[in-house]
């Protein structure tokens, strides 16, 4: 009976948020914003559209080598009449559903009761970064989607005694094809469900394989799919690992500080936007600035202590304690990477790759508050509920805004800043 229930909430989840995400999407294809690139957080949305709706190039994409399998999904909402730009919208906002369907999936199998999952995922599903990846074509909807799919096998192997192989595999190499780096989300996770039975020697030995097993999935993927683009790179090892090199990302970078406002707060709570010249003629929009209105400036703080607290509690709880340390890993990967890894400064670019670590480690409370009486559970779940409403509140206005900001283009049309090459 419970299961049951767990997948009608989930059934709940997908379409309800398809509704919202989808309402947004479609208003957001409208204009001219899937047609160039960097208008908004340096997204390239015409090249994701064309993955799913246009012509498929036969070299194999180093960042994102499997985002071809996306384009059934687009295929379907064309048979039922929309335009190739709609329908690549709703592709991200069915896989945003999904995604929020996951979270509740992920926290019911880390021992949240329905009330505390329902608020999480809920929170989740209202926070900003799935509010924006999940209207814009992009990899970063995606990738979200595949991230807490990684997570959900790793628990749900856990449960069974690592006789689920074959999902944590799936997942990964989803994970892996999406953006490539993405593989270190599964590795980490595969590390420490060993580290449980192995050693530190032999939990390594174990992701080792683990990622020689991905990798072979991923050349049999493309061997299929695009053989031609495999042999270009095959027999041309020397000029492949050139234009690997000169896909690193350039321009400046910003510091910690910056990072840690945009991963742990603008990642949830949208400031006002930002507008960043990319070019003597034009500009973008991004979350650069703590600019936040007074009510809008407590929520964030009443938020920080939340997550401090969550944090807290789930690695104090001995269950939730096996999610959160490969979660705080794989955080830490993150964030140190991105110190690096970065584009001009726009680091909201990657928000879609840490979001849901740190909502889980946020909510870390969770299993801890479903094992108490009913009073403390419907305080925990009300203070979630706060969040949502605030989330609604704040992100709501922010994405509609950003909807309806690109009915047309206020700046040459053939600038090279924006125009696909």
């Not at 892996?176 to 039975?197: D, M, P, Q, R, Y």
């Not at 507008?275 to 400036?297: L, N």
Request: proline share 4%; aromatic share 18%; with cysteine.
């Amino acid at each position: 009976m419970q299961k049951q229930l767990d997948v009608v909430i989930s059934a709940i989840f997908i379409f309800s948020f398809f509704a919202l995400y989808s309402h947004l999407a479609l208003r957001l294809s409208q204009g001219i914003y899937f047609d160039y690139l960097n208008l908004g957080f340096d997204f390239d949305p015409p090249y994701f559209v064309d993955h799913m709706v246009g012509e498929l190039s036969t070299s194999v994409n180093y960042k994102h080598p499997l985002a071809m399998l996306f384009r059934p999904f687009a295929e379907l909402f064309l048979l039922l009449g929309f335009q190739p730009k709609e329908a690549s919208a709703l592709v991200m906002a069915s896989f945003g559903g999904m995604s929020v369907a996951l979270v509740y999936g992920f926290c019911r199998m880390a021992f949240f009761g329905v009330p505390e999952a329902l608020a999480s995922a809920s929170f989740f599903g209202v926070s900003a970064t799935p509010m924006f990846t999940s209207i814009i074509a992009e990899s970063y909807g995606w990738a979200s989607f595949s991230i807490v799919l990684v997570w959900c096998a790793f628990l749900y192997s856990t449960k069974r005694n690592d006789r689920s192989f074959k999902y944590r595999l799936t997942a990964a190499v989803l994970a892996s094809g999406v953006t490539i780096t993405n593989v270190l989300h599964a590795l980490v996770a595969e590390f420490f469900l060993w580290l449980k039975t192995r050693n530190l020697k032999q939990s390594l030995f174990h992701a080792i394989l683990f990622g020689i097993a991905v990798a072979f999935v991923l050349l049999v993927i493309l061997a299929v799919l695009q053989p031609r683009g495999l042999w270009t790179i095959a027999t041309q090892p020397m000029q492949t690992a050139k234009e690997v090199y000169w896909m690193r990302t350039k321009g400046d970078t910003v510091n910690i500080d910056m990072l840690v406002a945009t991963y742990f707060t603008y990642s949830f709570f949208a400031p006002a936007f930002t507008e960043v010249a990319i070019s003597p003629t034009s500009f973008m929009v991004d979350f650069r600035q703590f600019s936040f209105k007074f009510g809008e400036m407590v929520v964030v703080y009443l938020w920080w202590i939340f997550a401090i607290v969550g944090c807290w509690s789930g690695f104090r709880d001995e269950q939730y304690r096996r999610v959160a340390l490969p979660l705080a890993v794989i955080l830490a990967i993150n964030f140190l990477f991105h110190l690096d890894y970065q584009y001009r400064g726009s680091v909201y670019l990657y928000a879609a790759h840490l979001h849901f670590p740190i909502l889980a480690l946020a909510c870390g409370a969770g299993p801890w508050v479903s094992k108490q009486k009913w009073h403390l559970r419907l305080g925990y779940s009300a203070i979630l509920g706060c969040f949502v409403f605030a989330a609604i509140l704040i992100n709501g206005p922010r994405a509609g805004e950003f909807s309806r900001m690109f009915d047309s283009l206020s700046f040459p049309s053939d600038d090279p800043s924006i125009v696909r090459q």
